[in-house]
């Protein structure tokens, strides 16, 4: 009997099941051997363009961004419309620093797909990272309309105001993801900064309080919580807290930290 299977539909077949197979290994968190699965895939089929962006997103899981990046773009030669790619690419530019570089494949993405929630979300923290504040305000208010429960876009736009000196309209932010019961230690002390920015340390110490209660070893608590108290001139518990942020900074190697706390410990006392 003659065989009439085709042997371009069995290979198209067999490059989406190890694509399948590689995007399961992906969501267990078995990177290495999902990577190895889309190599399979890209072999017998090296226009798949899904398996070039999902390989991309597993070697940025392993932080390989510059071979993401690699791959993201291979994804966007097949498929110039591909929003997904533009937006993890933009991912791994900013995991690597270049956060200007990013804002253009987001902007990419949203121009693809106008309601891509995670697309505004990451081009307002590129924002944020070079200072352009009103612009990144406006990529989270985005992000909060597709989707009203997310929390990375109101933590982001609360630290955008914050940096604007829109003390209030911080709090507010701050307090949404309070309510939602998501980040809360760093919620606490970022609600702690703007009030205690506003001029009223004592309901700051409050936040710092709750902070430090959630997460006993929390650098960024204790110092602005030193902060707060020496405004209101108690000294030497003031000086505990900041030393206590000094030891956490010195353990955790953060020397640009370290440095910032050892000049306001200068402060103390004079």
């Known amino acids: 009997m003659q065989n009439t299977q085709n042997p371009f539909v069995e290979t198209a077949v067999s490059a989406e099941a190890h694509l399948h197979k590689g995007d399961t290994l992906f969501d267990q968190g078995s ?68 956060f200007k570089d990013a ?48 929390a990375s876009a109101y933590g982001n736009r609360g630290l955008a105001k914050l940096n604007l000196e829109r003390y209030f309209d911080a709090i507010s932010d701050f307090d949404e993801l309070i309510r939602m019961g998501v980040y809360l230690s760093i919620s606490y002390c970022n609600r702690g900064i703007a009030k205690r920015d506003l001029g009223h340390p004592e309901d700051a110490i409050s936040d710092f309080d709750e902070a430090i209660r959630i997460d006993s070893g929390y650098t960024h608590a204790y110092y602005n919580r030193g902060k707060a108290q020496i405004m209101l001139d108690r000294t030497t518990e003031g000086e505990q807290d900041l030393q206590k942020a000094l030891n956490l900074a010195e353990d955790a190697g953060n020397e640009g930290f370290k440095n910032q706390i050892l000049e306001e410990l200068s402060k103390v006392g004079k």
């Open 31 to 98: 990177y290495e051997a999902a990577i190895s699965e889309y190599n399979e895939a890209l072999e017998l089929n090296p226009n798949l363009a899904e398996a070039y962006h999902n390989r991309g997103r597993a070697k940025g899981s392993l932080k390989q961004h510059f071979d993401a990046i690699s791959d993201f773009d291979k994804a966007i030669q097949i498929n110039q419309e591909f929003a997904k790619a533009y937006c993890n690419r933009g991912i791994a530019k900013a995991a690597l620093g270049h």
């Open 103 to 150: 804002i253009p494949d987001f902007s990419e993405a949203i121009r693809i797909d106008q309601n891509f929630q995670i697309a505004y979300d990451y081009r307002g923290r590129a924002k944020n990272k070079i200072k352009d504040y009103e612009a990144a305000i406006s990529d989270f208010d985005e992000a909060i309309r597709i989707d009203s429960e997310c």
